[in-house]
């Protein structure tokens, strides 16, 4: 139960939100970007969320754009993990997202929401750095585009008040191979142990990390070794793990140790399908 | 039979399925109050002060309650203050309740109580508690009152000791040729029944106290209550209606408790309490940890000779049901295995985490997994088949068990012969590993297991018949109907013996203490059984008084009488007879004269026979029949990751005789899927501060759909004799072998032995590289 109570608000345009959010931030309100609303739900009921007036962004028409448009897929920041995976322009993001949460959540949780999140896995965002989408951003100055490899370092890099819009993804990316394996502590429920999702592009290998620390990442260091010709798989491996950010995380789905024990062999997988002619086994 | 044995949709389905059914928090009226715990973020901690004043402050806020001046209460030991006073204990203690108009509120105003701790040297394993030295959870615990059959020991953790001696205890090694030795050990878990409990307690002008609640045991919380508070016991009713999942964490007295206190502190107005999910997980009572040690001898043929046998359970901070859950251990310590020399002890200890319920087989799961490890160790060592093993030790009539009963046909199943279905359903033969390609395997492990119920040795239940006008019954038990369909089993059971039809008895699903007929409590498998023995008791109550008075109707003597389908007749001409419906109001002649009257059929059961264990050496009779099982699990196994998924899961059971097979099978499914997620994920993660790290469904997570085996359930029927129809219980067995058969398979897939529990892949890995912390 979230005891506190808060005004809920539905702009239709982004100025509206935008200027909402600083008004409502002036008068001390707290305000709150919402779309799906599970974050609000899960973390308010544990006083870890907080707000006085939520700005629904699902009746911004941009947020909901879906469809090829020119050279670019668009998707809105406010689709539902499901309505993605249901319309597919994009395989890769639908083999990520069809292993967020569950089938009910994903219902409502949305590509910015997920992308956005206060809960470190933010899994939705692996696709999309691998192949550097572009990222609409909408606040008090209007509109601007960027990389995600510019937006996105740890976390979204959004200035208060600012929201996700867009993602804008090349066509040519949409058939790369790729290949995407979530391991948990155990079975098939469950947070991320480790998520791996790699996709092959013309100048090489590239690998995104969800759930190995506290927060996802693609790395050029570990994408270099895993990349470098005058190494053997094993040397390819080693580096890689070397290169890998700090810190580890040692938490209830796993120690530090077993964490690093899971990635070698993630990163076997990800050489094996390289090698095998990116035929997708297991995601 | 007409109707044992049958597959009878249970009598609630449609309620259920439809979401219509309603549960205890699914009432609501205007006057109610609500209830929010404020709870220890610590495991073990002084309290240094309470701050309510912001709180009180708030309008619509009703009361504050803090433990100041609440009496000890507890079941077996008076240890345990309803609110934590001076020091908490484990983390999510309940320390003040706040009451307010409504669930918001209450939360809101519970979030402005401030409470300074001072944290204290936290006791976060049995092992640790039973250490010299170790800090007391209990320093005044030979102040405390308590029941004879406990034995605490002031000065230590210890808040009971059970000893099993049996047989030579000079030469207790002296056949012996081969020894293994195991310790093992798990963490407390936790029931996560769908339901979340929920009470709600009110005080009328006259002093009755009315308590509606998610509860197996409503007629013990009136008791309790009765004891706890010095309230007449007929002042106090307690209400359950249905009960969304209990097993077994529903048998503890502790909501009723705070929301009578909580309609107390607000002068007797209806206040509900009911707990959210974490609240359930930690603060109410979870399901016990252990940590054993087993010692096992056996001579040249494998037969085992000693047992040496150390259980220290986790009694959490209080140990309430736990005395009897180290007792049911002790009981049953050595398996279903026929042992001549028998050395045990069996403590409960307190530490600084959550204090157990009992839990779906009440110790026998968790003594079995670490039985059931050892005998593999001995297997391995005398390089023989494991089935065999147990096959050869397999308890029979003629047989001792730990504590002295002898067993006869009757009450004991026929171990061998689940042995014999198990083999051949789990496709023994085929090998113990089976590879697939050079990195997986497929694998199989077994185990057995027992269970007799350890009850109250006086516990009661009755049951009483009423009729309709039209002849239909309504059956009225003490049973409470927490999922497991036993209500339609007990009209099954009427309806056999008056050769009626089922859907002519109406059951009353909710239980009220006022004029439910009591049954004790629906727990240990036993609502089958001891409410069967009563319905069918009051069933012949009730044939006797229908023929009483056929009898005159018919101008017949009543042993020429016979009755069926709802109607009494003369045995050598069916067509000469009575419906019931002419009678069971009383019969009226034509002239307007009526004789016998409202027919009201009574019954009662106690159990017979069992008797107290002796303190020094455990003799005695725990309860009146052991259920015995044997069951596979086989698992596809990566010997790279050290991942695996749940392939086959099998349960063979004695069950004597299956009254209702969908049911039964359904009850054993679901025990073995509770047994395959305890096993394989389900923990509490602890640190070192005894604080649980994944009280929530995001990161505890019970076994979802998808990643089940294929169940494969079957019955082997040796009746019990003084049972109904001659059926043992059922509701618990299927998950008693389940932990231990996994860890068997996976102790094979990696080739080192496990002790531990949960079989995650981090498991498995840290065993095989030898990095157990």
């Excluded at chain 2, 109550?541 to 003597?557: E, G, H, N, S």
């Amino acid at each position: 139960m979230i005891s506190f109570d808060f005004d809920y608000l539905t702009p239709t345009t982004m100025q509206e939100a935008a200027e909402l959010f600083q008004r409502l931030d002036q008068e001390g309100k707290s305000p709150y970007y919402y779309s799906g609303g599970t974050e609000l739900i899960t973390l308010g009921r544990l006083n870890m969320a907080y707000s006085e007036a939520v700005i629904d962004l699902k009746n911004i028409p941009e947020c909901h754009a879906h469809g090829l448009s020119g050279d670019f897929l668009v998707q809105g920041s406010a689709l539902s993990l499901t309505a993605a995976e249901v319309a597919n322009f994009f395989p890769f993001l639908t083999s990520v997202a069809s292993q967020v949460a569950d089938h009910t959540a994903r219902g409502k949780i949305t590509i910015g929401g997920n992308i956005c999140a206060a809960i470190f896995y933010r899994e939705a965002v692996l696709p999309y750095l691998l192949v550097d989408s572009t990222v609409i951003i909408a606040g008090n100055k209007g509109i601007t585009a960027k990389k995600m490899s510019d937006a996105f370092k740890e976390k979204i890099q959004l200035k208060k008040g600012e929201f996700l819009v867009q993602l804008l993804t090349e066509r040519k990316w949409l058939n790369a191979p790729f290949i995407h394996i979530k391991r948990r502590q155990q079975w098939q429920t469950g947070y991320p142990l480790i998520t791996i999702a790699a996709l092959q592009a013309e100048d090489g290998l590239r690998v995104g990390l969800s759930g190995l620390c506290p927060f996802p990442f693609r790395s050029a260091a570990v994408e270099a070794a895993l990349n470098k010709k005058e190494f053997n798989r094993e040397e390819k491996i080693r580096e890689a793990l070397k290169a890998m950010p700090s810190p580890i995380l040692d938490d209830v789905e796993g120690s530090k140790e077993y964490r690093l024990f899971a990635l070698r062999n993630l990163l076997e997988e990800i050489l094996n399908w390289q090698e095998g002619g990116f035929k997708l086994e297991n995601t | 039979m007409r109707t044992v044995g049958k597959s009878v949709i249970r009598k609630e389905a449609w309620d259920k399925v439809s979401g219509t059914a309603r549960y205890t928090h699914d009432f609501q009226f205007t006057e109610l109050l609500y209830a929010k715990m404020v709870t220890s973020p610590f495991g073990h901690a002084k309290i240094i002060s309470i701050d309510t004043s912001e709180a009180k402050k708030m309008p619509g806020v009703r009361g504050v309650l803090t433990g100041e001046g609440l009496p000890l209460i507890g079941e077996a030991i008076k240890d345990r203050p309803p609110l934590a006073f001076g020091k908490v204990r484990y983390h999510g203690e309940p320390v003040v309740i706040v009451v307010a108009d409504t669930p918001a509120l209450a939360k809101k105003a519970a979030d402005k109580v401030k409470i300074q701790y001072e944290q204290l040297p936290v006791v976060n394993s049995p092992a640790q508690a039973f250490q010299k030295g170790a800090p007391l959870v209990h320093e005044q615990l030979g102040k405390y009152k308590k029941d004879e059959d406990s034995y605490p020991v002031p000065g230590t953790n210890i808040a009971t000791h059970l000893k099993i001696r049996k047989g030579d205890l000079t030469n207790f090694w002296k056949d012996v040729e081969f020894t293994v030795e195991g310790r093992y050990s798990f963490n407390p878990s936790d029931h996560v029944a769908m339901e979340t409990r929920c009470s709600i307690a009110e005080i009328t002008r006259e002093g009755r106290i009315l308590i509606t609640t998610s509860s197996q045991a409503p007629f013990m919380a009136k008791r309790l209550i009765s004891q706890y508070f010095n309230e007449p016991e007929g002042n106090i009713e307690v209400h359950t209606p249905l009960v969304g999942g209990a097993y077994g964490g529903k048998a503890s007295v502790q909501l009723e408790v705070l929301a009578y206190l909580s309609s107390k502190a607000v002068g007797g107005r209806p206040v509900k309490l009911w707990n959210s999910r974490e609240e359930d997980m930690i603060t109410s009572p979870c399901h016990i940890g252990l940590d054993a040690k087993i010692k096992f001898g056996a001579d040249r043929n494998g037969k085992i000779r000693a047992a040496e046998i150390l259980f220290l359970w986790d009694g959490g901070a209080y140990s309430d049901k736990a005395i009897d859950l180290t007792r049911a251990g002790a009981t049953d310590c050595t398996g279903p295995y026929g042992i001549e020399n028998v050395w045990c002890d069996s403590f409960c200890m307190y530490t600084n985490h959550p204090y157990p319920a009992p839990f779906r087989g009440f110790s026998h799961s968790e003594l079995s997994f670490a039985i059931e490890r050892t005998m593999n160790l001995l297997a391995e060592k005398l390089k023989m088949d494991p089935l065999e093993l147990r096959r050869i030790n397999a308890i029979r009539p003629g047989d001792l068990t730990p504590t002295q009963v002898k067993l006869n046909k009757s009450n004991v199943g026929d171990l061998p012969a689940c042995i014999t279905k198990l083999k051949e359903l789990i496709k023994w033969e085929e090998g113990e590993v089976v590879p697939v390609n050079d990195r997986i395997v497929k694998v199989k492990g077994i185990s057995c297991s027992w269970k007799t119920s350890t009850i109250d040795t006086n516990a009661p239940s009755g049951a009483i018949l009423t009729f309709n006008r039209d002849g239909t019954i309504n059956l009225m038990s003490g049973v409470i109907e927490i999922g497991t369909g036993t209500k339609t089993v007990l009209a099954q059971i009427l309806a056999e013996r008056l050769k009626m039809d089922v859907n002519h008895i109406y059951v009353r699903m909710e239980v009220d203490t006022q004029t439910t007929p009591e049954h004790w409590k629906t727990v240990a498998s036993r609502g089958t059984f001891m409410g069967g023995k009563a319905v069918l008791e009051a069933a012949d109550d009730v044939i006797r008084q229908l023929k009483d008075i056929a009898a005159c109707v018919l101008r017949a003597p009543i042993e020429d009488l016979e009755v069926a389908d709802s109607r009494v007749f003369l045995r050598d001409d069916p067509e000469q007879g009575v419906h019931f419906k002419e009678i069971c109001y009383g019969y009226t002649y034509p002239n307007g004269n009526a004789i016998g009257g409202q027919i009201i059929g009574r019954g009662n059961y106690i159990l017979r026979g069992l008797t107290h264990l002796d303190p020094e050496n455990g003799k005695g009779k725990p309860g009146p029949e052991w259920t015995v099982t044997a069951h596979g699990v086989e698992v596809e196994f990566d010997r790279k990751d050290l991942t695996y998924k749940l392939l086959r899961a099998v349960s063979v059971i004695d069950i004597g005789k299956v009254l209702n097979e969908k049911a039964a099978k359904g009850q054993v499914m679901g025990a073995m899927s509770m047994g395959l997620a305890f096993a394989g994920r389900e923990t509490f993660v602890m640190d070192e501060l005894g604080r649980i790290l994944n009280p929530q469904l995001r990161t505890y997570r019970p076994l979802r759909y998808g990643e089940q085996p294929e169940y494969m359930v079957d019955f082997i029927e040796t009746p019990q004799l003084d049972a109904p129809y001659g059926a043992r219980g059922v509701g618990e067995h299927g998950l008693l072998g389940m932990p231990a058969a996994l860890a068997n398979a996976l102790s094979k897939a990696i080739g080192v032995p496990i002790y531990h529990l949960p079989l995650t892949p981090e498991l498995l890995w840290r065993t095989r590289e030898g990095l157990l912390r």
